[in-house]
């Protein structure tokens, strides 16, 4: 599986990086704070999943959106995931002191959406930006920085500020009004962070397979095919038996708004063949119960011909996502799946897909 010309890649990558070491040493960090990065305490719990493995999670202080992960290997580190926006990412590689004195070398992104991958431009030319080709073709063309998902975030935060400014203005409380003026900073400084965003697409790129060997670390970067994105890739450490996932698999059904619905599941059920105990998603806390990989194969195996039985009968979106009930996948996954109603992204997608006449997985479609 192994291509020969992006372990070549790699190498030269390598051989570059060594020789510039040798005269004038690039840089690993942006050194300036960038706007937004203003927070009390700490925006990440490290949380120490095996040995020199920790899963960067945030703390509210700073909108972080996605998790990443922090490998440290022998020599360097890698990580996973650059978060929302410069100053989460900036955020992250000045806790990193906490942890560990290494120089970063290499960032993956697990996909292209912009809380995964907008914090890349904070990482100096020291460090090797990885990710899959489409993921690389996706942010050359802008896809990270529109779109519905895109809209959704940029249109909410103008709103989030205003709702607190009013909750604001109604609250007497002392206690209460230093809490909301807390939230109401951090939502101007990701306001003032997300403006700063010049999207950094991935500088490696590879299509199947790329293999890491850290010292003793063997880091397996693997795309299993289509599912949340066109581009999705997870990490697995096959000695530490672990899966970094990014939004391929969360702990229940993840964002559809870019999804190949029909693929995912089959993508999911080729994941559940490699060797692994725990599961690192890119939202929510580490698990490891495999059985949640069921049951998010069973909701979008279910998924699929509800929606296309309402594209059938003519049902507009909006009333198709307020309509439809996945309620009886409830007992897996709680209070996020209500009676009735799905996120209408979802309803979108799948209604594009048929649209275009998306049959399989050979069907070409823009991300
Ligand atoms: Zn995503």
């Not at 291509?3 to 004038?24: E, K, N, Y």
């Not at 050359?140 to 975030?153: E, F, P, V």
């Not at 002392?174 to 003032?192: G, M, P, T």
């Amino acid at each position: 599986m192994k291509t020969p010309s992006t372990s070549l890649c790699v190498f030269m990558v390598g051989l570059l990086t060594l020789s510039c070491f040798a005269h004038d040493p690039p840089r690993a960090v942006q050194r300036a704070e960038p706007p937004g990065a203003t927070y009390e305490g700490r925006a990440f719990h490290f949380y120490k999943i095996r040995e020199d493995v920790f899963h960067a999670v945030g703390t509210g202080e700073l909108d972080v959106i996605c998790n990443s992960t922090i490998i440290i290997n022998e020599h360097d580190v890698l990580i996973v995931d650059s978060h929302v926006t410069p100053a989460a990412a900036w955020a992250l590689q000045k806790e990193l002191k906490l942890i560990t004195s290494k120089p970063i070398r290499y960032v993956v992104n697990t996909h292209y959406h912009y809380d995964h991958a907008h914090g890349n431009q904070t990482f100096g030319p020291a460090v090797e930006i990885i990710g899959h080709e489409f993921t690389r073709q996706a942010m050359m063309a802008g896809k990270s920085a529109s779109g519905l998902a895109y809209d959704r975030m940029t249109c909410g935060i103008p709103a989030r500020i205003d709702g607190l400014a009013k909750q604001l203005e109604t609250t007497a409380d002392v206690n209460q009004r230093l809490k909301i003026e807390k939230q109401l900073r951090i939502a101007e400084n990701f306001k003032r962070a997300a403006a700063s965003v010049d999207a950094k697409a991935p500088t490696t790129t590879f299509r199947k397979q790329l293999v890491l060997h850290r010292g003793s670390r063997e880091i397996r970067l693997l795309f299993l095919g289509r599912g949340h994105t066109g581009g999705d890739v997870v990490v697995h450490l096959p000695r530490e038996r672990l899966l970094i996932t990014g939004d391929l698999l969360l702990a229940g059904p993840s964002y559809m708004g870019n999804a190949f619905v029909l693929e995912w599941a089959d993508t999911l059920q080729r994941l559940k063949s490699l060797d692994f105990d725990t599961i690192l998603p890119g939202h929510g806390m580490a698990f490891e119960d495999r059985h949640r990989i069921d049951h998010i194969q069973a909701y979008l195996r279910d998924l699929w011909p509800k929606v296309a039985a309402l594209h059938a009968q003519g049902v507009p979106v909006n009333k198709a996502a307020t309509t439809i009930s996945m309620y009886e996948h409830a007992e897996h996954f709680g209070s996020s799946i209500p009676r009735h109603g799905i996120d209408v992204h979802a309803i979108q997608r799948i209604y594009e897909l048929l649209d275009s006449g998306y049959k399989h997985k050979a069907a070409k479609l823009t991300p």
